[in-house]
């Protein structure tokens, strides 16, 4: 076992709070439909066969309830989640309507309990940040930040960052959140878009794709004007260019804004042959964002997200499982009850193709030093009055 994983040389230790629930993976869809919860329970296969369940502590948290879902989303939409399944649907045809349910959202068997699981793990994994029982709080079942405040949206019903954002701003001033899905965090922007108590900041695939958001001109309104930061991307971006626009952009924003905590969207659909992405980011590239976020020190809540080729994702997010706890997992993937599914080289790897990347360095540079000129903006550090 001890061969599996090695310490990361200089790396200071952090405490790990891992959230699992076991019935996560028993939800589905329906048919066809690319979402598959499963690839959360395949994640945690890989992260208890490597052995990280040493390096850190695993919880199972409270389901979230109406209420807790309440705080962001309006009362009759949590309510008509809670109620609705494929037995009774026929009779809230004028909800699913409005709300927006149908063949990216469908209505499934345990739909509320799935959002409960998604949504709860987030909520107390911040909670736990926030009372500094940990460092760093992993939920892979959290991150669908499509949802709306009363709407599904992308494959997302409840919105578990914004609730984990909104339990942090209790003991936080600021809190930065970044997206690096290959789409655009609308939903989180959407509910922090007039506030400069959260700044949102995503990388994504922009022009003829879902949903249809995050120019680079979008930049919030009111108070949260400059507090919204998109970065929008062409098909094809490689380890190299994401690199070097991404660590530029988080360390002008840690400059600016200053924030004491951050929550960091892992989607797996920004990884090179995604069933729906269109980059050309490798495992390690992906990667390189955790590790670069972890590298800055603050209250870290690493969430999943998108990611439709569940074998590449499963991988990418125990390696970054082992990021977050200190280890770099071997690439001999271990003996595990989905060993079947990493054929035909059993690697934890997932390697870019050969496909051209339409992210010129002009285009790239010129987004670049725009995003720094709103941000010259936001300085100084907005302060605010904490409520307790």
Known sequence: MSGLMTPIAGDRKRRICYFFDSDIGNYHYGPGHPMKPHRIRMTHALVMNYGLYKK?????????????????????YVEFLSRVTPD?????????????????????????????????????????????????????AGGL???????????????????????????????????????????????FYTTDRVMTCSFHKYGEFFPGTGELRDIGSGKGKRYAVNFPLRDGITDEAYKNIFEPVIMKIMETY???????????????????????????GHANCVQFIKSLGLPLLLLGGGGYTIRNVSRTWAFETGLAAGQELCREIPMNEYYEYFGPTYHLDVPASNMEDMNVDRYLEKVKVQIFENLRHTIPVPSVEMQR
């Open 56 to 76: 850190m502590e695993i919880f199972r948290a409270k389901p979230a309830t109406r209420k807790e879902m309440a705080q962001f989303h309006t009362d009759d």
């Open 258 to 284: 200053q924030p004491s905590a951050i929550v960091l969207q892992c989607g797996g659909d920004s990884l090179a042959g995604d069933r729906l992405g269109s980059f050309n980011v490798s495992l390690k």
């Open 145 to 191: 930040h499509h949802a709306k405040k009363a709407e599904a949206n992308g494959f997302c019903y409840v919105n578990d960052i914004v609730l984990g954002i909104l339990e942090l701003l209790r003991y936080h001033k600021r809190v930065l959140y970044v997206d690096i899905d290959v789409h655009h965090g609308d939903g989180v922007e959407e509910a």
């Open 88 to 140: 009774n649907m026929e009779g809230f045809l004028k909800e699913q309507a409005k709300f927006n349910l149908g063949d990216d959202c469908p209505v499934f068997d345990g739909l509320f309990e799935y959002c409960s699981i998604s949504a709860g793990g987030s909520m107390e994994g911040a909670a736990r940040l926030s009372r500094d029982k940990c460092d760093i709080a992993v939920n892979w």
